[in-house]
């Protein structure tokens, strides 16, 4: 870099050069040659998060009078420029950087005191009169405010998610009750077994996800629980009295979000239980969805050698080389998706145990997972519901060909014949290719009225 395009920053370690048109500083320039690491940067929700923070800091401090005014207004007017979704290039540190997000806070500390002495009209890098450290970061460390900006982070992006589970939800409750009358061959042990409903599977599947669901919106409420001000180690050290109150209130007005003071602030800074909490309840959606793709997958399988349950959309062709195959891609999509979620829960499960004494320092790393999963949801979800989901058609032909000829409907007969004659009835339908019904009448074990009646669509699908 030429020195017309570079400035001299100054940190504790001493003078570094700095693009000239940059607002990061010495600190992240240093970082930014350690973690190169994902090439992939902060993400939006963390920024926003941060912001945020800064900005009630900012406030907190003028109203307690440890920040002068003037400096205060200005360190507030470059974060709502930020959060209007400027500056964000300057945001450059890898999503997994030093312990503890340290990288990342004074990233975000250097951008913000850079921009707010433009507003005083001074020059980028002239600290002493904001400080990345002293005006910006000021009662804060990034022990209290990386953990509260992560938790922040995932609850937006948690609603989201949730957001996006709701339209699939909705989507399979309208097939379940499309499907309501249409019966189907039950299957256990991937083996025939007595009839149910098509729609009884997918109100199955939406009762499931229904389920994580709720316990999504349940986990999140704890994340509302912040440890902001508590500073380094939970001590609420160098912060003003009064001060944890007011940047939370602050906080909870900008961000929109109900957020509470810690009841142990040493908890979340050393504990990670309930963002770990939350991973492992992505983890256990993740396992619905997987178990709901397979069954779509297994039910379209065909059209002439599989199953063929049901027709799914065609949302591009096939094959490069087999002319008119369709093939289930956006279940396979959605299964590739939830192992990587599952492979994103161990990851956060390996770095919440991984605390020592009054920190936790692998928070970029579970944060990152976190939102790559609620990422991946909240993107995919709605496509999965619009192009497969709600184009799927039930194959009543199929359908009703494989309980016609299921000799797994002798189980009804068995109080009419007992167990064991069921047993010889059924091995003889598949030996002989006959329907039960054939076979019973002419062995005269039960009259037609008998058989019709234990066979009839209300007596095979029962009273629940």
Do not use: W
């Not at 912001?51 to 507030?76: F, Q």
């Not at 209290?144 to 339209?167: G, H, R, V, Y």
């Not at 249409?182 to 199955?204: C, Q, S, Y």
């Not at 944890?244 to 961000?255: A, E, P």
């Amino acid at each position: 870099m030429s020195a017309s395009t570079v400035r001299i920053d100054r940190d504790s370690l001493g003078e570094i050069k700095v693009p000239s048109q940059a607002y990061y500083g010495a600190f992240t320039a240093r970082a930014m040659d350690q973690y190169k690491v994902t090439g992939h940067k902060a993400h939006k929700n963390l920024v926003k998060a941060y912001v945020m923070i800064k900005k009630s800091a900012a406030l907190a401090n003028k109203d307690l009078k440890v920040l002068e005014r003037e400096k205060a207004n200005a360190i507030v007017k470059a974060c709502d420029e930020i959060l209007a979704g400027k500056l964000l290039d300057q945001f450059v540190i890898d999503a997994i950087n030093s312990g503890a997000g340290t990288a990342f806070n004074m990233n975000a500390n250097e951008v913000i005191a850079n921009r707010a002495l433009e507003y005083l009209g001074k020059s980028k890098g002239e600290y002493e009169i904001i400080n990345p450290n002293d005006h910006v970061n000021m009662s804060q460390s990034s022990n209290d405010t990386f953990p509260t900006a992560m938790q922040i982070a995932i609850l937006i992006n948690i609603c989201e998610t949730i957001s996006a589970l709701n339209k699939l939800i909705l989507s399979l409750k309208k097939k379940a009750k499309e499907f309501n009358n249409i019966m189907k061959i039950g299957r256990t042990h991937l083996m025939d077994a007595l009839p149910v409903t098509l729609g009884t599977e997918f109100e199955e599947y939406v009762y499931s996800l229904n389920k994580a669901n709720m316990n999504l919106k349940v986990a999140t409420e704890n994340l509302e629980y912040i440890g902001l001000g508590g500073t380094a180690v939970g001590t609420g050290a160098n912060t003003p009295k009064g001060y944890k109150k007011k940047v939370i209130k602050y906080l909870s007005q900008i961000s929109g979000l109900n957020l509470k003071s810690s009841k142990n602030p040493f908890y979340s800074l050393q504990s990670k239980y309930d963002v770990a909490n939350c991973s492992s309840i992505i983890r256990n959606l993740a396992i619905e969805l997987i178990k709901m793709a397979n069954d779509l997958r297994l039910m379209a399988s065909g059209p002439i050698a599989g199953l063929a349950e049901i027709l799914i959309p065609a949302v591009h062709a096939g094959s490069s080389i087999m002319p008119g195959k369709v093939n289930p891609s956006l279940a396979e999509c959605l299964n590739m998706i939830c192992f990587i979620l599952i492979g994103n829960d161990v990851s956060v499960a390996m770095a919440a145990q991984a605390g020592q004494f009054e920190l936790n320092v692998m928070l970029p790393g579970m944060l990152k997972c976190i939102l790559d999963s609620t990422d991946m949801l909240k993107s995919f979800l709605p496509i999965f519901a619009t192009n497969m989901i709600d184009g799927l058609k039930a194959n009543q032909r199929r359908l009703e060909s494989y309980i016609e000829k299921s000799p797994v409907l002798v189980t009804l007969l068995n109080p009419h014949i007992g167990y064991m004659k069921a047993a010889e009835i059924y091995k003889e339908s598949l030996n002989t290719n006959k329907s039960i019904k054939e076979l019973v009448l002419s062995k005269g074990l039960m009259t037609k009225e008998q058989v019709d009646n234990a066979l009839s669509k209300v007596n095979i699908l029962g009273t629940n």
